[in-house]
């Protein structure tokens, strides 16, 4: 090896779910939503003028930031906003946790979290879930570097009830806890309100799941001053101009479309709990999800052999092939028609399985 070459930062990159080109694919393994962003995005696109690409965006995302200080009635010195919560997690994991202590989260997540942690050397513990797939909630309250919880979590779709949230965020001040709600629209209740009491919150959103917007990679932290101003410090000794030009503006679109926002979430959650009988109908079990996705276990055809026929029949699932997971599948919801689909294919295969 060349001495260059030893000198590589050596990581082991996270993996993101395929995203297969071609027609007539149903593609249900990356939790995006199967219906279109807001109309008024539609507009505004319509209405883009390119000229404004010669320009830089506005490093501050001023018009996304006042839309979402509006829509959660904070001040715009709460609002960190980044390309996708993908950039605004890792931007807060190399800000808050730099103490040398190990930092937890649960051992069955985000499977982002440890790399994160791998690449800015932060050590870390990750306390099991229990027999249910839910988080224990005794387990945070000890001596660390951080807490971070996806809630509801990945990818078993359980929620953590707030009052729980509170209580770890209560008993670790002198830690940042950042909470990851990512799905929150889809069923939890958000912590967003307790960062009014507590400046060592962060609760991180997205732009990718419930507004439909996973291609233009909007995501946003919400927490106290301090918190905020220490993370634009890192943003800006890194790379000033996250969003691009379209994504501000799109992203301020978005967020002021209340209704249509309920009514897509709202046909999500009911394909979501018919989908919970139907599975159940075919012999599978599964987490009570408050997600836009399922999380599922056959009672005898093993978790690989569904993936398999699922993609030979041009439907994505994701499929972890780590332990404890390697017998789930993890299914976004999609469309009626494209969960109908799913169901057929599933009720003609499986009984020749097994
Ligand atoms: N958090 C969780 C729990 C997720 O599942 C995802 C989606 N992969 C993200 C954060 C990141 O989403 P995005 O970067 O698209 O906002």
């Not at 800000?95 to 040398?100: A, L, P």
């Not at 609760?203 to 932290?221: C, D, E, L, N, P």
């Not at 967020?255 to 012999?283: L, N, S």
């Amino acid at each position: 090896m060349k001495t260059w070459e030893t000198y590589i930062r050596k990581v082991v990159p996270y993996v993101p779910g395929e995203q297969p080109q071609g027609e007539h694919i149903i593609k249900l393994n990356t939790n995006e939503n199967p219906y279109p962003p807001a109309p008024g995005v539609q507009k505004a696109l319509r209405e883009m003028n390119p000229e404004q690409f010669r320009k830089y965006p506005d490093p501050s995302a001023g018009l996304l930031v006042k839309a979402l200080a509006d829509h959660f009635q904070v001040s715009e010195k709460n609002i960190f906003v980044g390309v996708g919560s993908d950039d605004v997690l890792g931007m807060a994991f190399l800000t808050f946790f730099n103490s040398g202590k190990p930092i937890l989260f649960p051992d069955i997540t985000y499977s982002f979290y440890p790399v994160w942690a791998d690449l800015f050397g932060i050590p870390y513990e990750t306390p099991e879930l229990d027999g249910t797939f839910s988080i224990r909630h005794e387990d945070y309250k000890r001596d660390s570097g951080g807490i971070v919880l996806a809630n509801p979590n990945a990818p078993t779709g359980m929620y953590l009830p707030l009052g729980q949230v509170e209580d770890i965020v209560r008993w670790n001040q002198d830690v940042v806890v950042i909470v990851d709600e990512a799905y929150v629209d889809f069923g939890g209740q958000s912590a967003v309100r307790l960062t009014e009491n507590y400046e060592n919150l962060l609760v991180v959103q997205t732009f990718s799941k419930s507004r439909s917007m996973a291609g233009m990679r909007i995501g946003y932290g919400i927490g106290s001053e301090k918190l905020i101003k220490a993370l634009m410090d890192v943003k800006y000794s890194y790379n000033s101009y996250t969003l691009n030009y379209p994504s501000i503006v799109l992203g301020a679109e978005a967020v002021k479309d209340d209704i249509y926002f309920r009514e897509t979430v709202d046909k999500i959650v009911r394909t979501r709990e018919q989908a919970k009988e139907r599975f159940a109908q075919m012999g599978f079990s599964c987490t009570d999800s408050q997600t836009n996705f399922l999380f599922i276990t056959h009672e005898r055809v093993p978790a690989k052999d569904i993936f398999r026929i699922l993609k030979q029949e041009k439907i994505y699932v994701r499929y972890f092939a780590v332990p404890k997971l390697d017998n789930y599948l993890r299914v976004s919801i999609g469309t009626d028609e494209e969960m109908e689909e799913l169901y057929r294919i599933l009720e003609k295969r499986l009984p020749q399985m097994g």
